[in-house]
């Protein structure tokens, strides 16, 4: 089955710097990757996606590039702010949505 | 709109008590979850119902019992209670394959088993 590895598990990075955690999957058919963010408390949820026939997709300050030779993807957070510090989560599933495999997550601070 | 609602929020069972996590969805959605979340190790999948009248096991599925009673609903079960089984539990829903869609989680239910 298919398998999520996500790093790094922790990030502290300065208000302002830029922010980028990696995930692989192992499953070549997986064909839908999502991001979720999840704040202390709260349930995940979704900041971003992407799916197998882009390589890149951008949203304001979040970015997620998928590389789907080397079966990695990755979350690109830019000019951090302290209201981005939370877990966050990759996700990998086949047929667009079935099947979700999460990866570990990441605890990212920004630090004022 | 809802969204996606489970019930407890909190509950403390005693080691061997049994206990029902509801869940509920207005969105109509076909495919459901059920999620347990332990520190450092993400959210594990322990039942999914792909629609109304079927269930299969995730990655966690013992010691657990599932039920999807229809479109709506779909309830996790612990029949006796371990305390590995303390962990947050979240419920989610996906409307079905396709383009544009993703899943739903509810508010979670913590559970501890002491």
């Known amino acids: 089955g298919e398998n999520v590895e996500q790093h790094p598990s922790t990030l502290s990075v300065q208000e302002g710097d830029s922010a980028v955690i990696k995930c692989t999957y192992s499953?070549?058919?997986?064909?839908?990757f999502p991001w979720y963010k999840q704040e202390l408390g709260k349930r995940p949820q979704l900041i971003i996606d992407i799916r197998s026939n882009v390589g890149e997709k951008k949203d304001q300050r979040i970015a997620v590039t998928l590389n789907k030779t080397a079966k990695h993807f990755s979350l690109h957070i830019t000019e951090t702010q302290p209201e981005d510090s939370a877990v966050y989560f990759c996700a990998a599933s086949l047929d667009y949505g079935q099947n979700f495999v999460f990866g570990p997550g990441t605890r990212l601070s920004v630090l004022p | 709109n809802a969204g996606v609602t489970q019930t407890p929020k909190f509950q403390v069972l005693k080691t061997g008590q049994s206990m029902t996590l509801q869940c509920a969805q207005d969105?109509?959605?076909?495919?459901m979850y059920w999620y347990r979340q332990d520190p450092g190790m993400g959210l594990r999948l322990i039942y999914y119902?792909?629609?109304?009248?079927?269930?299969d096991k995730g990655e966690v599925p013992n010691g657990y019992n599932v039920s999807r009673l229809n479109k709506r609903e779909f309830s996790l079960r612990l029949e006796s209670a371990a305390p590995s089984q303390t962990s947050v539990y979240f419920c989610a829903s996906y409307p079905r394959s396709g383009l544009g869609n993703t899943i739903y989680f509810g508010e979670g239910s913590w559970l501890t088993v002491v």
């Open positions: 969105m109509n959605h076909n495919s």
């Open positions: 119902s792909a629609s109304e009248g079927t269930t």
């Open positions: 499953d070549s058919a997986s064909n839908y």
